[in-house]
């Protein structure tokens, strides 16, 4: 099933934040972003409170070690297909990133997804996208 949602997004470049085997990149956005966009279900297994859906060992589970302000933590993560960024001047679509849920909520309220500088490194067809995929087991 096809899911999306639209949400504004805050440009962080402080966000280096990628996954240590793939090298691909994190967005980090709210619970609430998140659970309009995965399946309940994954993250009920990751937390322990039910089995593994049949067709989340696909490589699209994710945890990411994560160094914040408040300390270390580790961050439930997903894979997902894209993300369309709508930017004043361009609209860009990058594929295959990972959708971390953040611990807390931000504390602004004007946006509720974090973008780091690599996710606009990769675009659709990039060499460096293409080994991320391989090395995800993405054919």
């Not at 270390?72 to 679509?93: C, M, P, Q, Y």
């Given at each position: 099933k096809e899911r999306s949602v639209f949400t504004k997004?805050?440009?962080?470049?402080?966000?280096?934040?990628s996954d240590g085997f793939s090298d691909t990149p994190v967005i980090i956005a709210e619970r609430s972003v998140v659970?309009?966009?995965v399946p309940e279900g994954i993250f009920?297994?990751?937390?322990g409170e039910a089995a593994l859906p049949i067709n989340a060992d696909?490589?699209?589970?994710?945890?990411?070690?994560?160094g914040t302000v408040g300390g270390?933590?580790?961050?439930?993560?997903?894979?997902?297909?894209?993300?369309?960024?709508?930017?004043?001047?361009?609209?860009?679509?990058v594929k295959n990133v990972i959708l971390a849920e953040s611990k807390t909520p931000?504390?602004?309220g004007d946006y509720s997804v974090l973008l780091g500088p690599k996710i606009f490194?990769?675009?659709?067809?990039?060499?460096?996208?293409?080994?991320?995929?391989?090395?995800?087991?993405k054919d």
């Open positions: 997004a805050l440009f962080d470049t402080g966000n280096l934040l659970k309009k966009l009920s297994f990751i937390d696909d490589g699209s589970i994710r945890l990411i070690p994560a270390e933590s580790i961050l439930r993560a997903v894979l997902i297909d894209s993300v369309t960024v709508i930017g004043k001047k361009e609209t860009r679509e931000f504390s602004s490194e990769i675009r659709e067809g990039n060499q460096k996208n293409e080994r991320a995929k391989k090395t995800a087991g």
